[in-house]
């Protein structure tokens, strides 16, 4: 086998969650690709847990849909998560004996599942280490033994983790995963389907969650202050400025509210540093004032927003795409932010890099706009080259240009040099009040549409950057995809799967969101009759902003749901092939009017 | 430090703070006097105009940092106080100002003071406290007194007014002074000594509104009613004391230093600093920060 989806389930207690750390690290280890996430009831402790773990011997594009395997420590929790952990009659289905369920009577509905096994997991544990809490480590044997996946790696991770316990717990949960193992050997699958070895070489993997990897490459272009409130699922990018930045010479601030913390990015900013906020659609909410400040300040700024269910509190624990309309128009003036969302851990590096240069070179805020499942999915990512990346900086004022300084002088290209506090001869206001050149307040609507013309025009470019988006497929496809964010995972399998039957098929995957590069769609969409803009919201937004600012064929029709809905990859492909076929259909035209 | 760290040379003179921007304020409003205050403070200090940022919110005071020749940011309504912090943070050798009215720092801004006094960045707070809101045109505003009669209250406040001077020292502020320009001497030399001193400071000053202000809030009533600290014998380092009289907001006019922590406690702007020298060395270089993920 080359891929292998597995999902567990227990209560907050069972360690489901660090079984499947456990296992995508020894995955990591070994050279797989492999991807990991969580899901909780909204207990704070206790309550429901669990975790896919999706594993590949070349690469790992989403979650997975359908599990290869279902883990379930007790059958009340693993059924919480309904469509997160969809079982089919092909899933090998594993749970504790100690539930007392015969496996003919497992309860999940509308499938009836080939393998079986009614494990005497917890009795296993206890046999091992004298309490049932090394439930997971079980759980670990009996997946090494039947699938072949992490033997060593599973060891030597026990070994760490345990280590500092002493030797005695150990080696007992050494023998809880031997005992699982065992069990395993001892009850082999009909259809036996143990993992091919990996394709990656050992110990050249990276495992990371979304959330970090913005944070260190967020240091990496050159942030030096982070200024925030905890908020989930964003919070682990404030916890990882607040350990590493000062390692770098900057600082980090946990703020009073949401407000405070971009007030005081937006402090570090003006006083010449980069600077980023990170949080949720709620503390978006807070925030729109003070971005609209750093937009007529013309202030370099980064903002995180990792999406979760929406309005209000909504579901603050799963994916959505639906604070897109909020990021891009959520201002009160004409104001143009640029918006960027990260497909995956792995480009969430590239993205963030690309946020501050952006915000750098056009004095502009620039919001990351990342999802639940991208920020807090642990993914393996193959090393990246850091000497690839261009870092820029801001334009500051010449000796020349000091001499007599405007802040907001109107150039040719719309961006002004800018200066900050220590420069000598580059005092001014920065002001959310609309200014002159010379940042004097006017009420002067000559000025103001001078300035508003300014704040557009400096950002024009950006449309025609055709590196922010990834187009793949035949040119001249007639069907198309389009997707983004932790989306555009599902839809990267979907379209490698298409190709491979036959469909003609391509697709687009967007870093860039808003300012919408109409020339990018127009000549994607040229040789398109039919498709779906793929996104995880009710309203479809990204389709509604492509169909005001730039053409979308007809035939291209939005492909949206509510958040903490997972798209599965077959019901794509379906829509694909049926839209194939209605493309072969002749031609029924509708009478015109004339 | 903002304080010790003036140079000797080049002396500055108060008119080398002012800029050439006309204020917009009424003829004879008390904000006049707080600008002439703070160019002599200013000049006292001996910090070059580009070294000091100069932070305000939303009000007829918060257009004070344009009237400087500092490097100023007039921002939104009740947010000084956070951006003022990232300022010192992201650039601890600057000398931070801030200034707002009372709505913008007891009001819409109220929740962020407390915040701000515990941290203790070192940044001075010039609070000119009118008593009502002038910008919009005469509403109540907290530090309005009981039974006022604006526009928003035809009847009479019912509010009991914030007490700006309690408010700050319950939270624990290490300098706490009052001022007026009824006394432009004095109100000069606590804000100088509020700039010097090493931490969080707080000058409130009430500062009249001539169009809206009620006659007993006028400078000549000020310089009638008002009392120094210092002639009432005072021991400003008596937190308890300060308190006490603290306490007549609103019925004495006091001026003068309430209350100045004798031993002021590390800044947070130095708190970081220090953590950002025991850490230096513990960094990988930045174009290897990914190397810690990576799954030996």
Known sequence: MDDLVIGMAGSGGDGIVSAGESLIAAAAYEGYSAMMTKSFGSQVRGGESSCRVRLSTTHVFNPGGILDVAVALNWEDFLKFGAELPVSGATVVIYDSKTGVEPAAIPLAGVAPKEVFAVPIGDLAKQATGTDKAKNTVVLGLIAGWFGIGRQGILRGLEKRFAKKGLALVQANEKAFILGEQFAKEHPLASPRAMDRPMGVPGKKMLVDGNDMCAAAAIFGGCQFFGGYPITPSTEVMQFFTREVWKYGGSALQAEDEIAGIGAALGASFAGKKAMTATSGPGMALKTEMMGLASIAELPLVILDVQRGGPSTGLPTKPEQSDLFMAAFSAHGDVLRPILAPTSVADTFDVTVEAFNIAERYQTPVIILSDQEVAQRKETVDLIDTSRFTIEERRRPTDAELTDYARFRLTEDGVSPISHPGMKGGNYQGAGIEHNEHANPTASGKVHAAMNEKRFRKLAPLRLRRDLFHIEGNKNAKLALVAWGSVAGICREVFTRAKGEGLDVKLLVPWLLYPVADEVYRDFFASVRAGFVVELSHQGQLYRILRMFTDVPAGVVSLARSGANPFQPDEILAQLRNAAVSLQQPDVSVPSEE | ?296
Not at chain 2, 174 to 191: C, H, K, R, Y
Not at chain 2, 193 to 221: D, H, L, M, W
């Open chain 2, 1 to 296: 430090m903002k304080s010790s760290a003036a140079p000797a040379l080049p002396v500055f003179q108060a008119k080398d703070f002012k800029s050439d921007l006309k204020p917009i304020w009424c003829p004879g409003c008390g904000d006049f006097g707080v600008l002439q205050a703070i160019y002599r403070a200013l000049a006292a200090v001996g910090r070059p105009p580009h070294e000091i940022a100069f932070v305000s919110g939303i009000g007829c005071s918060s257009r004070i940092p344009g009237y400087t020749t500092a490097y100023g940011f007039n921002s939104v309504h009740g947010r000084a106080l956070p951006i003022a912090q990232g300022i010192k943070l992201a650039n601890p050798d600057l000398l931070v100002l801030v200034a707002g009215g009372d709505g913008d720092g007891f009001s819409i801004g109220g929740g962020h003071v407390p915040h701000t006094i515990r941290r203790n960045p070192d940044i001075t707070y010039i609070v000119m406290d009118n008593q009502i809101y002038g910008l919009t045109k005469g509403q109540l505003s907290p530090t309005s007194p009981r039974g006022l009669k604006t526009v928003t209250s035809e009847y009479g406040s019912v509010e009991a007014p914030v007490n700006p001077l309690l408010y700050v020292l319950a939270y624990g502020a290490n300098f706490v002074a009052q001022g007026t320009p009824a006394d432009m001497a004095g109100l000069s030399e606590v804000i100088e000594e509020a700039i010097r001193y090493p931490g969080f400071s707080f000058v409130n000053v009430q500062s009249p509104c001539v169009t809206f202000g009620g006659e007993e809030a006028q400078v000549k009533a000020h310089r009638a009613h008002m009392k120094t600290l210092k002639s009432l014998g005072h021991d400003s380092t008596d937190r308890l004391a300060a308190m006490g009289l603290a306490q007549l907001y609103g019925q004495e006019l006091h001026t003068g230093v309430f209350y100045r922590n004798p031993e002021p406690p590390p800044t947070l702007d130095a708190l970081f600093r220090e953590r950002q020298e025991t850490l230096a060395g513990k960094a990988l270089p930045r174009e290897r920060i990914l190397d810690a993920f990576i799954q030996k």
